[in-house]
């Protein structure tokens, strides 16, 4: 049987639905295998001519390099002239903010996203994606760029979900390519498990504040 091509709108609800109800959601297809054979291409031919810097945790004096937290590598894209191959993903990603404005009303201004690689062995333990001394960061988005990508690949986006008993749920989500995973930045603990082979994404957030004319400093996982 034919696989169900949805439309855009389709998948903005059906992630609107679970961050409504869950505070995650995901959906598959978000890119197609063209869409994402490209980005990858680009990613990793940036990241093999050393494009990529190592990933820090915090922000301006609290900035630090820890690799016992964090072992990415990151390339910070500019979402008003991002790279040729990903024009479809932002281009479908203004969309859908369009789409979460008109119906949660989140008053999403701005983005920060960035090409994510997790070389092998590497993870980013437990953390919430927002900084002290600021919470414009609303909703996270990771769009997986990995083809073939099985369990015991490793490199899981775990999410930490508080239950009303006081318990917590666990949800393990693998990097598959063309995957959408968005999140509540603020709300939501999480972490990526330690990746058996490397690990490529398009990673950042949605930002209900007006644009910054300084780049941020690598924080990300």
């Known amino acids: 049987m034919d696989a169900v091509v949805q439309t855009n709108e389709q998948l903005f609800e059906i992630l609107i639905t679970g961050i409504l109800t869950q505070g995650y959601a995901y959906a598959d297809d978000f890119l197609n295998h063209t869409e994402v054979q490209a ?26 390099l820890n690799q016992n937290i964090r072992g990415d590598h990151i390339q910070w894209l500019d979402h008003h002239n991002p790279p040729l191959a990903c024009l ?17 009303y989140l008053g999403l201004r701005d983005m920060e996203l960035h090409f994510a690689v997790y070389p092998e062995g590497t993870f980013y333990k437990r953390h919430l994606d927002v900084f002290q001394h600021t919470r414009a960061r609303k909703i996270s ?17 775990r999410i930490y979900l508080p239950q009303e008993d006081g318990t917590e749920q666990q949800v393990d989500l693998l990097p598959l390519a063309g995957r959408l995973v968005c999140f509540n930045s603020q709300s939501l603990e999480h972490e990526v498990l330690p990746a058996r082979r490397r690990r490529y ?21």
């Open 39 to 64: 980005i990858l291409e680009a990613s990793s031919r940036s990241f093999e001519q050393g494009g990529f810097s190592i990933a820090g945790i915090g922000k301006k004096q609290h900035y630090q």
């Open 88 to 104: 479809p993903f932002f281009d479908r990603l203004q969309e859908m903010i369009r789409y979460f404005n008109r119906n949660l």
């Open 141 to 157: 988005v990771i769009c997986y760029l990995n083809f073939d990508w099985v369990p015991e690949d490793g490199g899981q986006l």
């Open 201 to 221: 994404s398009i990673t950042g957030w949605l930002k209900d504040e007006q644009p910054l004319f300084t780049p941020p400093l690598p924080g990300s996982y």
